[in-house]
């Protein structure tokens, strides 16, 4: 299988570091795709480093930053942050055939919500809660294990079908426990609670995940804001197993000493992921007439913070 990653990101570096070391590299190939030419020269001539339970390992990955040198893909797995996904597939386009898997790796719903252009290809979305911190470029720490759900919106021909699975065992071989699904919409939902409670709130409150339960008022919050996004979930028709605030906060205690993959793009004062999170569910309330006065405020503190950066991106990620 020809596997091209699209977007050295946290979850992009975790994903080429680790499946890169239990690839059989007779039958399969694994690439990484950059838009920055600079930070794929680095990624080149250094290297990745994946970091796990206080070990290092050092491995190697083609970074290209042209889509047309990758040769047909047999999966695209995209793994750049939502808002970047239009430009990615614009890049994209020469490789979206038929018979390439694409694969949505992103955070929230906003790309289930907006028409994307994919081509040809037979489109997959994914979820993952595997913790991974990018430390610099190349270089990431797996923060903590977790499962990954692969699935079709709706069903599909069997050639793609096989696809996933080849590509479920790719992630399974590489040490990443993965699951094939026909409920990955309730999967993206059953995520979006868990981002939707943590993700901004930590960014607003400048601290890792576990201190949410303890902040006075955070906690309170959190339950409000997954409350209204239940709502929303329940409207749509989306099935909800179990109850997410519980998840949520077992959540904070398993990555107690993460720092949010949303409060990582302030501190390098990137634009975040909150129009995927809050933002989509405000969004999809007004739509259906419902209020979520929790998800708009939290929606206006992060644009506020945003709209407060002072310098440019640190470019190391
Ligand atoms: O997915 C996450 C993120 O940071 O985006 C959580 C689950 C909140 C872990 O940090």
Redesign the pocket.
Known sequence: MHILLVGPGALGCLLAAVISRTLDRTSDHLAILDHSLERAALLNSQGFVYEADGQQHRTSVPVITDPAASGAADALVLCVKSHDIARSLRACQPLLTEGTLLLFLQ?GIAHLEDEQATGRAAVAYGTT?E?ATLLGPGHVRHAGHGVTHLGFRAPNPDASLNRLGLLADIFRRAGLPTITTERIIDRLWA?LF??VG??ALTAIHDCP?GDLLTLPGARERMRTAIAEAEMVARMQGIRIDGDPFAATEE?CRK?AG?????LQDIRRRRRTEIDAINGAVAKAGRVLGLETPENERLLRQVREIESGYTTTPLLDC
Do not use: D, E, L, P
Request: hydrophobic residues 30%.
């Open positions: 955070n809660t913790g995520k868990i981002n943590i993700n995940n959540v990555t993460n720092i949010s993959s949303m």
